[in-house]
């Protein structure tokens, strides 16, 4: 594998396509240290200190300071993250499937970019709405349910905010929007010039932007430096250890892990020429929904508390509901159920047999023992749904592992996070991404890839031709 990396190197455009990258990701961890103009960064950073890093990163500051790469906490430019764009292309995505005209214009040609410019202008939209609550929550922001507590740091450091009013507001809104659209424009410069998929390597890069002070918070808890507090046992350090170990390749198992369905395709013969006659494999992924369920539980995990702190600041029953679904048995409880829900509404408003069956008998396709048309939609259902149900366990697990783990074995949250959850899902499934796209530069010019399964399958050594392994895989 080292070999690999310095092989990356040698190949010119693929050497350019990583510096390019690199060159992005300092845009992007510059941008989140840059405050809006008109904040007090240092009144927002002691808050995070003195609170957030201290109490779970589920709350809903913690995650959007999570997903923001820590530019919430700075006040800056980037604050509002990538988000709203993601949040807009599910919403394009989830019409496409449900809204038959949406539909037919994602399939025909040129339909595509079109859907790509109304995301970008739903994006623009919900940056502008987004980046006035966020400028409201700037100049009050004692009174949201997610920031309780802030008031402290203001009575000792001063208000976020020393000149509120609406040319801070507007001054908010375009920097924020600004700094959203920017983020996008270097997602998409990245999936064109550079290497992985931009996007979801701007969330890769702005999570990983908290892993060395999660690193320095867990150092703490095994190497305290308070001679008074007693330090962790080192056989709890190896026991944590081989548990991230088995965390993360069950993370790559089911990232990879799919269902391949034997395809037969019939033979037809067109003038001169014999078409078809060939075998195929139609593979369904495990965990077909990838990281949404995870991120639609926890966007509306909060919101019963948060409405009713809003509604009532000052009732005693509305505070325990939003303590209860933060930190109570609630929370297990909605959380996990949630998350199952969303992985079947996902595959069941993305998945579509039925086309899939046409399009198989369109082009004389057959899984053997099914009759083409709905016996063969029916079989796809079927096996998608048993295929839904072990990932969905698989996934409600692994996101309740970082909070199990933190309350448990009195890990620090910001270290807990990466032992499973949305965080660890999205690191390995962006870096397998990144990796595979890397390996096709590699194979074709003969070099060897990172994996000894990807050299086998490309090449038979140094120098020779390419081959194709005709071994059968595990299914």
């Known amino acids: 594998m080292l070999s690999a990396f310095s092989n990356c190197l040698k190949i010119p455009e693929l050497r350019q396509r990583i510096f390019f990258t690199l060159a992005m990701v300092i845009v992007i961890r510059v941008g989140a240290w840059i405050p809006c103009p008109g904040v007090n960064p240092a009144v927002l950073q002691a808050y995070f200190a003195d609170f957030i890093n201290n109490q779970a990163q589920n709350s809903m500051a913690g995650l959007f300071n999570l997903f923001s790469g820590g530019a919430l906490q700075n006040c800056a430019i980037f604050a509002l993250g990538i988000m709203p764009y993601i949040t807009a292309s599910i919403m394009m995505q989830l019409m496409t499937a449900v809204i038959p005209s949406m539909g037919k214009l994602a399939r025909e040609e040129g339909g595509r970019q079109k859907i790509t410019q109304y995301t970008r202008v739903g994006t623009i939209f919900l940056c502008i709405f987004q980046g006035y609550l966020m400028a409201t929550a700037f100049e009050n922001p004692g009174q949201l349910p997610f920031f309780q507590g802030i008031s402290e740091v203001e009575a000792r450091m001063g208000p976020l905010v020393p000149t509120p009013g609406i040319a801070f507001q507007l001054l908010t809104i375009l920097s924020l929007t600004t700094g959203t659209m920017l983020l996008m424009w270097i997602g998409e410069q990245i999936t064109d010039k550079g290497i992985g998929n931009g996007i979801s390597l701007v969330i890769t890069v702005n999570i990983l932007g908290s892993l060395p002070g999660a690193l320095a918070q867990g150092w703490e808890v095994f190497n305290p430096s308070d001679p008074t507090v007693q330090p962790v046992s080192p056989l709890l350090i190896v026991v944590l250890l081989a548990f991230l170990f088995a965390v993360v390749a069950g993370t790559v198992a089911l990232t990879q892990g799919t269902r391949k369905i034997v395809i037969n395709y019939a033979k037809q013969v067109r003038g001169n020429k014999m078409f078809g006659g060939q075998q195929g494999q139609l593979p369904l992924k495990v965990n077909y929904s990838g990281v949404m369920p995870i991120i639609f539980a926890q966007s509306i995990i909060f919101l019963p508390g948060m409405l009713l702190t809003f509604m009532f600041p000052q009732s005693p029953f509305a505070r325990m509901i939003l303590d209860s679904l933060e930190q109570g048995t609630l929370y297990y409880f909605f959380y996990g159920g949630?998350?199952?829900?969303?992985?079947?509404?996902?595959?069941?408003?993305?998945?579509?047999?039925?086309?899939?069956?046409?399009?198989?008998?369109?082009?004389?396709?057959?899984?053997?023992?099914?009759?083409?048309?709905?016996?063969?939609?029916?079989?796809?259902?079927?096996?998608?749904?048993?295929?839904?149900?072990?990932?969905?366990?698989?996934?409600?697990?692994?996101?309740?592992?970082?909070?199990?783990?933190?309350?448990?074995?009195?890990?620090?949250?910001?270290?807990?996070?990466?032992?499973?959850?949305?965080?660890?899902?999205?690191?390995?499934?962006?870096?397998?991404?990144?990796?595979?796209?890397?390996?096709?530069?590699?194979?074709?010019?003969?070099?060897?890839?990172?994996?000894?399964?990807?050299?086998?399958?490309?090449?038979?050594?140094?120098?020779?031709?390419?081959?194709?392994?005709?071994?059968?895989?595990?299914?």
Do not use: C
Not at 372 to 377: I, R
Not at 434 to 451: A, I, K, P, S, V
Not at 465 to 471: D, H, M, S, V, Y
């Open 338 to 475: 949630m998350i199952l829900f969303f992985s079947y509404f996902w595959v069941a408003t993305m998945f579509n047999p039925v086309q899939i069956a046409d399009d198989l008998k369109r082009n004389s396709g057959f899984i053997p023992g099914k009759r083409p048309g709905e016996a063969t939609a029916k079989f796809l259902d079927f096996t998608m749904t048993r295929l839904t149900l072990a990932g969905a366990v698989f996934l409600t697990i692994l996101a309740l592992l970082p909070t199990v783990v933190q309350r448990n074995l009195g890990i620090p949250a910001l270290t807990a996070q990466f032992f499973g959850g949305t965080s660890l899902l999205i690191i390995v499934g962006v870096m397998l991404d990144t990796m595979r796209q890397m390996e096709t530069f590699l194979l074709q010019r003969h070099y060897d890839g990172f994996l000894k399964k990807g050299k086998l399958r490309g090449r038979s050594g140094r120098g020779g031709a390419l081959q194709q392994n005709t071994a059968p895989e595990n299914v």
